[in-house]
Each structure stands twice: as structure tokens, then as C-alpha cells.
């Protein structure tokens, strides 16, 4: 079955850096693409990045442009976002997501049909 596990998170201050990771396993990585989505406490999903199945194509809210970048590991099948310049509103649990039927659609990473469990991502001011 289709399993993503995410890691890299913990706790971090303002201007920091991270890199999350997300291992998938049980589908053709390669051909899929994939996205990160975040929502912390109270609050709604908020789509971050998402990424063509081959790297080619990525996109990013508004809040994180310039300070993530998504990436991808085909030959891993592994999914990274890697954060910069932290900041205390990126406090959320962030997730990676997959989804065999829609493309690499912003709007709609949150919504993906799997996702994992989530890693913690909490910047101190």
C-alpha cells in the first residue's frame, strides 16, 4: 500500500534552516507527482510547494517563495523541502502528499489523496 513518511522537523529559530524528507514507498514514485501542504494549530491546510513527477515543474505560495525549494529523488524515492530563513509563521506540521490523478496544482496539494503522518516544524522568534 502507498506509505509516506515524513522527517526532518523539530524546533528552530527564527532564520534557521531545515530540510524535511519524505520516503515513499508502495507506488511508482517516479511517476507521480508529489507536493507538501502545512497547517498549524487552528488553522486550515495551506498548500506549500508540489513538483512534476520528473523535477521539471514546481510550484510555491506566495509566503515561501524565495526561502524553499522542493526537490525530488527519483532514484531514492524520496521527496525533500528544503526551508531557509525561517520564520515564526511556519510554525505548522508539515506533510507530504501524493496524488495518482491530479497533476502538480497548488490549490489542490492539500487535498491529495495520500499523505503522511506529518513532521513538526516549530521557529522560535
Known amino acids: 500500500q502507498v506509505q509516506l513518511a515524513e522527517s526532518g522537523g523539530g524546533l528552530v529559530q527564527a532564520g534557521g534552516s531545515l530540510r524535511l524528507s519524505c520516503t515513499a514507498s508502495?507506488?511508482?514514485?517516479?511517476?507521480?507527482?508529489m507536493g507538501w501542504f502545512r497547517q498549524a494549530a487552528g488553522k486550515e491546510r495551506e498548500g506549500v510547494s508540489c513538483?512534476?513527477?520528473?523535477?521539471?515543474?514546481?510550484y510555491y505560495t506566495d509566503s515561501v517563495k524565495g526561502r524553499f525549494t522542493i526537490s525530488r529523488d527519483n532514484t531514492k524515492n524520496t521527496l525533500y523541502l528544503h526551508m531557509n530563513s525561517l520564520k515564526p509563521e511556519d510554525t505548522a506540521m508539515y506533510y507530504c502528499?501524493?496524488?495518482?490523478?491530479?497533476?502538480?496544482?497548488?490549490?489542490?496539494?492539500?487535498?491529495?489523496?495520500?499523505r503522511g503522518q506529518g513532521t513538526q516544524v516549530t521557529v522560535s522568534s
Open positions: 502528499a501524493a496524488d495518482f490523478s491530479m497533476g502538480c496544482l497548488l490549490q489542490r496539494v492539500k487535498v491529495y489523496g495520500y
Open positions: 508502495g507506488f511508482s514514485f517516479g511517476d507521480t507527482p
Open positions: 513538483i512534476s513527477w520528473a523535477g521539471g515543474t514546481t
